[in-house]
């Protein structure tokens, strides 16, 4: 049991079950810090990667979120930005659902369950958008991209980067890779033409703040990424009444 937990630990995670049968250990305060969800509603969502056999991103995706976020959310206070759909035109569409809030995790759940791929790929006014509405210049903030490719829509993520890390009171930008392709718009993506850090130039983003860069291929890889980036650490505390483990202060 112990080493079990230690390891939980270690991963960066913790499942509501898990902690509430460890009298001895709570969520790390850092899980008071909210979160913004940024997620990949693109056109290529609705495609398969590289087996013709697979089943499109889309559909992983919705899995792996259905598995991870019932996790997080009880700890965390999560918002969730989709980017793709809905636009006025195909880089337009970034929407804002919801700002970060207590148990968000069946809202959650239920947009990406919803959501009908469609539209390019603006990954820098994305985040952009979403440190904004985390004030990340007064108050520490999480961002977490989840991206199945290159920007697409002319924005400069390693730019974005830099610049975010020079304003932040402490923002961290997570970026989950997920069964990313080739990029086919690489004339809409000005960086990516001279970029050599990794399969996609958003990589960027988590190199300038301290964040982490995942690659992903299975809906296991993106369960346990999602975990890593968003979970709650285990630390221990001092004995308390039985049932007496909560929501992380914040």
């Not at 250990?25 to 899980?31: Q, V």
């Not at 940024?38 to 609705?46: E, I, K, L, T």
């Not at 960027?204 to 968003?230: I, K, M, N, Y």
């Amino acid at each position: 049991m112990a080493s079990g937990l230690r390891a939980l630990a270690m991963a960066g995670f913790v499942s509501a079950g898990t902690l509430s049968g460890a009298p001895g250990l709570e969520a790390d305060p850092g899980c008071a810090t909210d979160a913004i969800l940024v997620f990949d509603g693109s056109g290529s969502m609705a495609e398969v990667a590289h087996d013709p056999s697979g089943t499109p991103r889309i559909i992983d995706a919705r899995a792996a979120m259905r598995r991870a976020i019932p996790d997080i959310t009880p700890f965390r206070d999560l918002g969730l930005l989709v980017y793709g759909p809905g636009g006025a035109d195909a880089c337009s569409g970034i929407d804002l659902r919801f700002r970060p809030a207590p148990d968000m995790g069946p809202a959650v759940i239920d947009a990406i369950e919803r959501l009908e791929p469609a539209g390019l790929t603006p990954l820098a006014a994305s985040v952009e958008h979403a440190a904004e509405a985390l004030d990340y210049r007064t108050r520490p903030a999480i961002v977490v991209l989840v991206t199945d490719g290159n920007e697409t829509c002319g924005g400069t993520p390693c730019a974005l980067g830099t610049r975010l890390a020079s304003r932040a009171a402490d923002l961290r930008v997570h970026v989950i890779g997920f069964k990313v392709v080739d990029d086919f718009f690489g004339w809409n993506s000005p960086e990516a033409r001279t970029y050599t850090g990794g399969e996609t130039v958003a990589k960027c983003l988590a190199d300038a703040t301290g964040g982490l860069f995942v690659s992903t291929r299975t809906v296991d890889d993106l369960t346990h990424a999602l975990r890593e980036t968003l979970g709650c650490a285990l630390i221990g505390r001092a004995a308390t009444a039985p049932g007496a483990v909560g929501r992380a202060p914040g």
